[in-house]
């Protein structure tokens, strides 16, 4: 059935890009951790810019170098301030493309696992139908092999389990149909003489060969 090896290969594909769908949320989790201590570190500069103003503004500090060395402190913390913000907007570009990548690997997926649910359904329904044909044809095989000799049954069925589930054949047009070559005239000779009871072996594939009115004998 083709629904094997396209269920093969889609689970395959479904496998890698998982992995990636999983690494990139690895990413994302990382990122989101490093936007959190970001953000922890902007509010703490912020808090201390503000109390330090506070402090200017309610006249706390009246020694003017005091207040020349608060100035100084807040221009450093406004700079901070500002590296921590294009720090934390950096992060946050980078948390919607690992968010945008981690998107499309889950679309992937998702048709992937739709794609496979049809190719199973099918698959499922196909394997149902072949064991209702089994099932039939065992049915049949009961009647159509009684009165056969043991030994040619033990034959058949050693032979059916080393060619592939093929163990007869019939010989149509002096060709066997297992193994798709022709008999030779000398072959065929022989062949055509021998009693029709007689089992017949193909040559070169060992099988049963089954004489009918087409083998051209």
């Known amino acids: 059935m ?4 396209e ?3 889609l689970t395959a594909k479904r496998t890698d890009v998982d992995n990636l769908a999983r690494d990139v949320r690895i990413r994302v989790d990382d990122l989101t951790v490093e936007q959190k201590k ?3 570190d902007v509010e703490a500069v912020k808090t201390r810019r503000t109390r330090d103003r506070d402090r200017m503004d309610q006249g706390l ?5 005091d207040l020349e060395r608060m100035q100084h402190e807040l221009e450093s913390l406004e700079r901070r301030i500002s590296s921590l913000e294009d720090d934390e907007l950096e992060v946050m570009e980078k ?4 968010q945008a990548e981690l998107g499309e690997f889950e679309r992937l ?3 992937t696992d739709e794609r496979l649910a049809v190719l199973t359904q099918t698959r499922d329904e ?6 209702e044909q089994l099932q039939q044809q065992e049915a049949a095989r009961g ?3 009684e009165g056969l000799p043991d030994d040619l049954v033990r034959l058949y069925q050693r032979l059916r389990e080393q060619k592939g589930g093929v163990g007869a054949a019939t010989l149509r047009a002096r060709t066997c149909s297992g193994c798709q070559l022709s008999l030779d005239s000398v072959e065929l000779s022989r062949i055509k003489g021998l009693p029709e009871d007689e089992v017949v072996r193909c040559e070169e594939c060992d099988r049963i060969l089954v004489r009918t009115p087409e083998s051209g004998l």
């Open 109 to 111: 997926v998702a048709e």
């Open 126 to 131: 196909k394997l149902a139908a072949i064991d």
């Open 2 to 5: 083709p629904e094997l090896a």
């Open 7 to 9: 269920i093969a290969e």
């Open 61 to 65: 500090i009246s020694n003017p170098k």
């Open 143 to 145: 009647p159509a092999a």
């Open 38 to 40: 970001v953000d922890l």
């Open 95 to 98: 948390i919607e493309e690992a």
